[in-house]
């Protein structure tokens, strides 16, 4: 009984089992990831006998005749109704959602990191800024939540919603199975070995990387080579004028920006494609992987997000940026018939457990607890403890920094520590408390692999979700690293902050404004556990400040 | 490459780097130059700042807020400013309105003049690197050149013709400049 009042309050008035299971999205587009998931969701739904409908803010026209208004949606819903609400970038839609009846669940895709964008488009630095903002918004009026890969979990996990799960990405196997558009197709079978890359060009996708890798390519392996680009690119925006600029400075020769392609183009690309080449920065799934490993291209794709897992050990992933060294790879899958021909048949096996029937057992499976009003039981959630973010403690345990995070929260009861994994694995796991001698360390997944020589610990947006979602003391350690930058802003307004930095490495400006008196200075040789003491009296004495 | 670099079950990591050895050695010279090429073209991200020069813009493209001018007179004045100042502070929202799509055709005009700027930053840069990229070639030539003998020196044509011999390459136009 204690979860039919917290159903029926702000989370929508409960009922059994509903008939109508609608869908929610900021923008129903033609041919995008996102939009493809709600089409087959949507008529997966119908398929098992539910009247399901596609609601949104915006749709290309082509979409016109599948889409409703959003703001019908409240007026249309009811308690009987279910809502899942897709999310990737900023909606808007949070107010929506807050005054529909109904039960509702977010289908999470991931959202792009601001940094990408930040310098070269702020609107859409903003907007990613603002769609991290709408995800922790909405765990207050969502029961179930599912993101389509483990990496995308974890955030959610971070970001303090229970239970999230991986729900299946579902790919249309049979929209690839476009006969090749033959003029293209005869135009880049010449002889020339074409390296192909699909998507977006936007500074996500690191379209400068691909460029840099196929001039080594061309210029070291293979001077009969072309790139295929299929994605749009104009000269009107910042990013693609750099990009086509760096083509004119790198100098390459048969470098081909098709720009947006159909499906028989698309097909011949493929058909004529030597190999698959992905350096992006970030993907919360990646079909693009998975529609070359379907048509047998081997796929070299750079470890970074949910790529690793998307791959799933098929393929290559390279945890390196070195142009030359995955040039390399490129050459080897080439020449190397032998080693070609097992990455194609272990791309093609990674494929299998991705079929049409099994994706939708299991997202049936996985749904049908929402689909049958069964909310997941909910403890109550205390206030948070000390939180010591330490992204460098996995990476040097033994320096200062990691020393003294360590003593801090060994004189806090209740704290825990938050670092950065040093490895990326195949398939990233939601963070779980480890204990560390006794203290609690919590491991979250980087962005990307960290780099050979650098100290620097590389970004995670995960990290940096939790951070925000903190309630308890907080102390950066060091407050010079980037989720200090990234979050000391955004923290819950009532949230003691605190930052030590090294003297090599002094926080910027906005970080001292923002921990003004609660910022303290390692200084070479100092001694850790006097200053962690210090440290821990401050924080100890701001969370009572708090508490009362 | 090192297999810890690698994620690849089958074939294995391991197997990709011995493969990956099989392959003929590139000139070291050539990787050289290509990371050269590679760093020159490496571009640090820039920060979210504007350029200096729409700064001035940047800071008055929001005209739906500002404060009342002052006034010089001495009784009237500062009653005048308050009596703006608080038809400002009731009135904000419906100023707010009306100027509404003049903010949006600043900021856009200010992302397009940004825009521009970026375009023929990208354009210097570009053809800095390019004619550095001739120059250097240029002198690989001239090394590459053997020594001219007077018995090699073309016929000399009838007085009062240009000879048409070529400078020497080394001291070309260009770098005599």
Redesign the interface.
Known sequence: MANVSLWNSKRGTASPSVGRVHQLVARLAWGDAVGNQVRYLRDLLRGWGFASEIYADQWDESCRDQVRPAHDYPREADADSALLIHHSFESRLVPIVARSKGRKALLYHNVTPARFFEGSDRHVARGCTVAREELRALRDHVTHAWAYSHFSAEELTAAGYRDASVLPFAVDWNAFNVPADPALRAQMEDGCANILFVGRTVPSKRLEDVLRVFTAYQRLYQPRSRLLVAGTLSNSAPYDASVLALREQLGPERVVFLGRVDSAQLSACFASATAYLSMSRHEGFGVPLLEAMYRGVPVVAYGAAAVPETMGGAGVTTLTDDPVEVAGLLAVLERDAALRARVVDAQRERLAPLDQETVARRVREALTPFLEGRAPAREKRGPDGPTVVCPGFETAPDAPMSRLARAVVDRLPGARLWTVRRQVMPLQLAPKEARSDGAAVWHFTPDEPASREGQDVPPSSSLETAVCCATGPVLFAGADEEVARRTVTRLHSRTVAGGVWETRRAPDEGVRLALGARLWELSPGADVDALATDVAQALEAGGRTHAR | ?RA????????TAE??TE??R??PT?RPD??DA??Q??A??H?K????SWPPFLEGARIKRDARYADAPSSHRPVVGPALVMAKRAFRLAFQPFINEALRRQVEFNEAILDAL??IH??QR??A??QT??RQ?VEKRLEQLDAQMPPKTPEAEPPTKPSGEDTGAEPARGKSRRRGR
């Open positions: 490459m810890e670099d690698l994620i690849s079950t089958r074939p197997e990709i493969s990956l099989q392959l590139p050539a990787v290509l990371r090429r590679f020159a073209t571009e991200p820039s920060a979210a940004a825009l970026e375009h990208v354009h840069r570009t690197l390019w990229e």
